[in-house]
């Protein structure tokens, strides 16, 4: 084999692993970007959608208020409760109905006594008497308690609350308020432009305080209530508003996001087969008379490939050699573009205000960022050299190891609660979200 085969051999087999290697690095960097960038996306929709959730919950309140705050209504009852006249009963229950056909949203209004008992109601089927179950609803007005959403599609999904009705400081009475909750399906049904899996997810407890998922089957399928249960894995964004009870998620499946990756490597593919065929045709006509150019080409993809990703190749001539030249210094470019996007995302883990880690099942932390020493007090070196248990309130031990035994079956953490101990001895309430990863059992 002569000394110009020889050239071209080592010519191609530099160009094609040069590429290969840029075609690498190329890939796992644009599967960050793309993925950071996919999440960044989730999470301005989740903001969004957390919005409107919210503005849909305190229209819910603002309504239920307005029925409470009738001077009438306490009037004709305060009237009944005094003389059992049953003309009073006729007005509440005028006054009910009035509020119903004039609010759209309400279904129906059912008036209780101060002992439980059913007056009158208007609308839909009234809520059985008796005193309500308290124990299952919370306060998120004055005098308002929340009774959650029940329901199992989109015809018969409601919203339940109980305002009691007060007259010169004396409770009259309660009236059970049910809302038509249709707003927080169309909001799951909102096309987010993410695919065919993209889609809002609103969470809520059911009365046995199980999960369940309100969302959409497929693209123009029905809501409905179904239970939780473990599907495809997902990119995705978590939101909750912890006074209505519910929790709202957006995602898109994992692989149909990697669509614009796979296509993205496909390209890359032939890219590298058509530069290296192009290689080899060079190589073959004008081995000898390029050496020099191409050995410095090669050269400048090995500093790349050790770190030195501001390193080009020195364009020369209009010629196959030049042109060479140029199409590898843009395939730099993107390269030293997609590595500096790498470094902005590595540095949100260190400079976010959120105490953001990583831990392992046996209860130690293996990463932590800054802000848990802005937050607690302890140095980095004190929160990983023992066990993160040491540092929780001996009243929440129980439930916090409760937790990572959770977490090490593969159940995520959406909102979990304890008290940890700072550096000067006070206790720090703190919320976690936590998500195990099953390969390496990280959290």
Not at 20 to 25: D, I, Q
Request: net charge negative; proline share 4%.
């Amino acid at each position: 084999m002569d000394i110009r085969t020889k050239f071209v051999f080592a010519l191609v087999a530099v160009a094609l692993g040069s590429m290969a290697v840029l075609g690498v690095t190329l890939y796992r960097e644009a599967e960050e970007a793309l993925k950071d960038g996919r999440l960044e996306q989730l999470e301005g929709l989740a903001e969004s959608n957390m919005e409107g959730l919210d503005q849909i919950f305190r229209g819910w309140i603002d309504r239920v208020q307005l029925v409470a705050s009738r001077t009438q209504l306490r009037l004709s009852l305060e009237e009944f409760n005094r003389t059992g006249d049953p003309r009073a009963v006729e007005r509440i229950t005028r006054i009910l109905r009035d509020a119903v056909e004039a609010v759209e949203v309400i279904e129906n209004l059912t008036l209780h006594g101060p002992d439980g008992s059913f007056i009158t109601s208007a609308g839909g089927e009234p809520v059985p008497s008796g005193e309500p179950d308290r124990t299952s609803a919370f306060p998120v007005a004055e005098g308002i308690l929340y009774e959650g959403v029940t329901g199992t599609g989109s015809v018969d999904l409601r919203a339940g609350f109980l305002a009691n009705l007060v007259l010169d400081g004396e409770t009259l009475g309660h009236v059970h308020v049910r809302l038509n909750a249709r707003g927080i399906l169309d909001l799951a049904e909102k096309d987010l432009g993410l695919g065919e899996s993209g889609e809002t997810i609103i969470v809520t407890m059911d009365a046995q305080g199980t999960p369940r998922l309100l969302h959409r089957l497929g693209p123009g399928g029905p809501e409905v209530w179904e239970l939780a249960e473990p599907g495809k894995e997902v990119w995705a964004a978590f939101r909750q508003l912890p006074e209505a009870g519910l929790r709202l998620v957006v995602k898109v499946d994992r692989e149909e996001g990697r669509i614009p990756l796979m296509d993205f490597r496909e390209r890359s593919i032939r890219l590298v087969l058509t530069l290296g065929a192009f290689a080899a045709l060079v190589g073959a006509i004008l081995g000898i008379r390029f050496s020099k150019p191409i050995k410095e080409l090669a050269s400048v993809a090995d500093r790349i490939r050790e770190g030195t990703l501001s390193a080009r190749a020195e364009e020369t001539g209009e010629d196959e050699v030049g042109f060479l030249s140029r199409t590898f210094n843009d395939m730099a470019d993107e390269l030293e573009e997609q590595v500096t996007l790498l470094r902005e995302f590595k540095n949100y883990f260190e400079f976010s205000r959120d105490m953001l880690c990583i831990a392992g099942p046996d209860a130690f932390f293996k990463r932590v960022n800054p802000a848990f020493e802005k937050t607690l007090g302890w140095a980095t070196e004190d929160l990983m050299s023992q066990s993160f248990l040491a540092f929780v309130h001996p009243e929440d031990l129980e439930k916090t190891e409760n937790e990572i035994t959770r977490l090490a079956h593969g159940l995520p953490t959406i909102s979990f609660q304890n008290r940890y101990r700072t550096a000067s001895g006070a206790y720090k309430h703190l919320e976690w979200t936590a998500h195990p990863d099953e390969e390496s059992g990280l959290i």
